[in-house]
């Protein structure tokens, strides 16, 4: 790519802080001509102290979109980590950068120490609230409403109410400390509060939520703010300016957090120096709710007003309720899509790719033979839908390219998301847009991708019929042990295979393939330490064969593959890689023992006649031949 790019790892696109981070980032990004690819899950991550449980497969699904990118393709990379669903996703970003050479900044991150960082300094705009209403308003009796109990930034902005009280010689007086878990539950502790006979002059309260609803509870108990009592906030969020009255709080520095981590992540890639920790102050907001800001009335919504946001949302519900509707009509994967064209319009998406698994969008064709492993990331994926350019449906690519053809920044700076698509224990594949500048809604965008997932999901997966007798297929022509097929499948699949590789001009050949050593591993380690080497060696075959390839085991450890090249190199090349690939095995596996596989081939005649049998016969021969070699310089 011409320009500059900056990769962008997040949960929580629907989540305003993260969506205002990003958007500091993307608009600094701008100024300085740098492509933007944004990473994002869906799914958030829960609150602390929650009783939520992600499953596994969600895990394992919102996993996925980490496991797409290209780390060739970034300059620099900055991680939202306190968003991430769990650590090990922060950590597999975090050693493939620093394997690839990528440098790498964490945004608003207090519980990993794996890159360099820029900080929010919540402590001191929590400073600020208390020390305005200390020294510029005169207090003495402040409750504070805080969020979790042993909750890190809790914990930060707690202090901040103590050290200042504690710096105007103002005791602190536990039973003004209360514990509204960031939500609802500061009704709970506003009640307690008023129960106590005597209101305080203010409540601080450590986010604007919390704040938002001890002032309804107020106002419903009669109380009037601020004549009655002051209350104040923090974040500065969307609602905290459209509530009555208006919030005083502070504002935690999300767009300029963004702007930080591409002016550190400019230096880093320029080979600079830079300190580890970069803080980030948030800034006091005064409005109504401490009497700083004169009262006004709120200005009423006009009915259009109202009446366009409001059908908004319902033109959304209709939407996806006419998406789901029509899935009961689809035939085929091509239409599976065509419903998405209404939601690019609503989000004012300029470009949509969407890139399903080569194996998924296959296997309705019965096109390909061998296992699918439900999460791995496949080197190839397929183009199923076309807004916004001109690449047709169907269009195979490969998945390091994210996009079919690459991305072509050559008119200017690209603005990239990608995001997962996954159904139960399936990666479906992934949705690539050209994504607007301004404000998406993340909520509803969200709520489209899961729509798209579940109907991608179960037009793939959910034909229970089709998956009954695929399964009955599979127990008679597949090997239980390895899910090779056996001789059944050979016979079945064999001829069909070799005369379309011959129609296509192809070279086909029969591959002959022996575990090494097999008996010495039962012997001396035992039969299910057989069966590793057995399932290893087949594995490899899978992987390093081409696609579509027939693997079979034909015996104890005995496996043919039949399989189809454009020329002999690049047959003996893929030999050569089932070689390394078990040499890459051997170095990581702790086994006692080495797993080995020896491998050779018979060609099948392009023209002619041929007897399959004689040539495997003659497949066979030579890799007893290769084995013996292998066997002079093999080290036991």
């Not at 690819?37 to 499953?55: A, C, M, V």
């Not at 109504?288 to 319902?314: A, H, L, Q, W």
């Not at 450890?557 to 890459?584: G, H, M, P, Q």
Request: proline share 4%; glycine share 6%; with cysteine.
């Amino acid at each position: 790519m011409i320009h500059k790019t900056i990769g962008i790892c997040v949960t929580g696109y629907d989540d305003q802080n993260e969506i205002t981070k990003i958007m500091g980032a993307k608009a600094r990004c701008k100024e300085l001509g740098y492509n933007v690819l944004t990473f994002f899950n869906s799914q958030r991550k829960p609150e602390l102290n929650l009783d939520l449980i992600i499953p596994e497969d969600i895990l394992n699904g919102e996993k996925m979109v980490v496991k797409l990118i290209n780390y060739d393709l970034l300059d620099g990379m900055i991680v939202f980590g306190d968003s991430m669903l769990w650590p090990e996703m922060l950590e597999e970003v975090a050693a493939k950068c620093k394997e690839h050479g990528v440098p790498m900044v964490d945004i608003d991150d207090p519980s990993f120490d794996v890159c360099e960082k820029i900080t929010l300094s919540n402590e001191k705009a929590m400073e600020d609230v208390i020390r305005h209403l200390v020294e510029d308003h005169g207090l003495t009796k402040i409750d504070f409403i805080n969020g979790f109990k042993n909750n890190p930034q809790s914990d930060e902005r707690l202090a901040a109410y103590k050290k200042v009280l504690t710096e105007h010689g103002i005791p602190i007086e536990e039973e003004r400390i209360h514990y509204g878990e960031f939500w609802r539950k500061a009704i709970d502790c506003t009640k307690t509060i008023m129960a106590r006979g005597e209101l305080p002059e203010a409540i601080a309260c450590a986010n604007d939520t919390m704040a938002i609803y001890c002032m309804d509870t107020l106002k419903e108990a009669g109380y009037s703010i601020p004549d009655d009592v002051i209350v104040t906030g923090f974040d500065a969020t969307f609602d905290s300016q459209q509530c009555s009255p208006t919030l005083t709080t502070a504002r935690r520095a999300m767009y300029e957090s963004g702007v930080a981590a591409v002016d550190k992540l400019t230096r880093m890639m320029n080979g600079e120096k830079v300190e580890y920790e970069t803080f980030v102050d948030a800034v006091l907001v005064k409005g109504e709710s401490c009497g700083c800001v004169p009262m006004k009335g709120r200005k009423d919504e006009t009915y259009e007003e109202k009446y366009e946001r409001i059908n908004r949302f319902k033109q959304f519900n209709r939407y996806i309720l006419y998406m789901n509707s029509e899935f009961s009509n689809i035939t085929n994967s091509e239409e599976l899509y065509q419903p998405m064209t209404e939601g690019c319009r609503i989000f004012q998406i300029e470009k949509l790719y969407v890139c399903i698994n080569i194996d998924i969008e296959h296997k309705q064709d019965l096109v390909d033979l061998d296992e699918i492993n439900p999460w791995e990331v496949p080197d190839r994926m397929v183009s199923m839908f076309k807004y916004g350019h001109d690449v047709e449906v169907g269009t195979e690519f490969d998945t390091k390219d994210l996009i079919p053809g690459g991305i072509d920044d050559s008119e200017g700076t690209v603005n990239y998301v990608f995001a997962p698509l996954y159904f139960k224990k399936n990666f479906i594949g992934y949705v690539a847009l050209k994504a607007p500048d301004d404000y998406i809604e993340g909520d509803i965008f969200c709520t489209w991708l899961v729509s798209i997932s579940n109907n991608a999901g179960s037009f793939y997966m959910n034909n229970e019929l089709s998956e009954a007798i695929g399964e009955l297929q599979k127990l008679y022509l597949r090997d239980p042990l390895t899910g090779l097929f056996n001789r059944r499948g050979l016979n079945k699949y064999e001829k069909p295979y070799i005369e379309k590789a011959l129609a296509e001009g192809k070279i086909p050949a029969l591959i002959c393939a022996d575990v090494d050593g097999l008996k010495k591993v039962n012997d001396n380690y035992g039969h299910e330490e057989g069966d590793n080497a057995i399932v290893r060696s087949s594995a490899a075959l899978i992987r390093c064969f081409p696609v579509g390839s027939i693997c079979v085991r034909t015996g104890g450890d005995e496996f043919l593959v039949i399989s189809s090249f454009d020329n002999e190199k690049e047959l003996k090349a893929s030999i050569k890689d089932v070689y390394r690939n078990l040499t890459e095995y051997n170095a990581i596996s702790n086994k006692p023992y080495k797993v080995g596989c020896s491998c050779s081939y018979a060609l099948v005649p392009t023209k002619g006649e041929y007897d399959l049998d004689e040539i495997q016969k003659l497949a066979d021969k030579n890799m007893y031949e290769e084995k013996v070699k292998r066997k002079a310089v093999r080290k036991d």
